[in-house]
């Protein structure tokens, strides 16, 4: 009996530290190379909806010592991979709050940038945009903080389709990807921005609803962006909830299964 007990006692431990093992080698993996996300808010409408849930790609742009764990890692600062290119969509840290924000690089160091009715001035040149058709949502209320969504066709009642115009947006690369406009709001038109070196520059898809480089950190916006405050790339939306949480698995959207971001 006594070495039955002492099989099963030595089971046990084998198996608590499996566990813990399991879970060093899940810290260690979501430290170094890849970080979870899950988008509350709709600044980057229709490529993120709320709800879906992803993975940064934290090797993408380096890493840094912040980030190794247990401060184990023998360089210190950050080792640039690469930088950064118009049009990633990138989750990077706010320069002031600290939040988690996710938007798309629209411009590198020396750049200099406008908005002009609504159009994106890359060094004095606008970036092409053509008609894409119409976006089209419930008019409900979403993800976990319950907002309404904004619309072009407002006012809309609840249950109704909330509409916003689609305008496919090119870069001088030959990348595009679409953006929506809802109305013509304070932040359509600005002052040039000249991107300071290291920094980088990004606006929300939802053109009308995001918080983001248009408007200077003194004015409660992000402003530019450090190089140091990237947090990685996002690549692929694995799978997304129409509900108040990402456990609600009834509430999961069939067609946004592993998504390919623009």
């Given amino acids: 009996m006594a070495g039955k007990a002492k099989r ?49 790609n934290k090797m993408a742009y380096g890493y840094s010592r912040w980030s190794c764990p247990f401060g184990m890692c023998p360089f210190s600062g950050r080792i640039l991979a690469r930088e950064p290119e118009r049009g990633d969509i990138v989750v990077f840290r706010h320069p002031v709050t600290g939040a ?11 750049d200099r940038i406008q908005m002009r009715e609504g159009i994106v001035w890359l060094n004095g040149e606008p970036l092409q945009q053509e008609p894409a058709g119409i976006f089209t949502e419930v008019f409900e209320r979403q993800g976990p903080m319950g907002q309404f969504p904004r619309c072009a066709n407002a006012p809309v009642g609840q249950g109704g389709t909330c509409e916003k115009t689609r305008l496919r947006e090119t870069l001088p690369s030959g990348r595009s990807y679409v953006v929506l406009d809802i109305d013509t709001g304070p932040l359509d038109n600005t002052a040039v921005f000249t991107v ?56 999961l959207r069939s067609d946004r299964f592993f998504v390919r971001l623009e």
């Fill in 100 to 110: 988690d924000f996710i938007k798309r690089v629209v411009g590198l160091p020396g």
């Fill in 8 to 56: 099963a006692d030595s089971g046990f431990v084998e198996t608590v530290k499996t566990i813990v093992y399991a879970l060093l080698i899940a810290g260690v993996f979501r430290t170094l190379f890849f970080q979870p996300f899950w988008i509350p808010s709709g600044s980057m409408k229709e490529t993120l909806l709320i709800g879906d849930f992803l993975f940064v």
């Fill in 196 to 251: 300071p070196a290291g920094e980088f520059f990004f606006i929300g898809d939802n053109r009308d609803n995001s918080q983001d480089s248009r408007e200077v950190q003194s004015r409660g916006g992000v402003g530019t962006v450090p190089f140091e405050n990237l947090i990685g790339r996002a690549r692929h939306v694995v799978f997304s909830s129409a509900g108040r949480s990402m456990l609600h698995f009834w509430t």
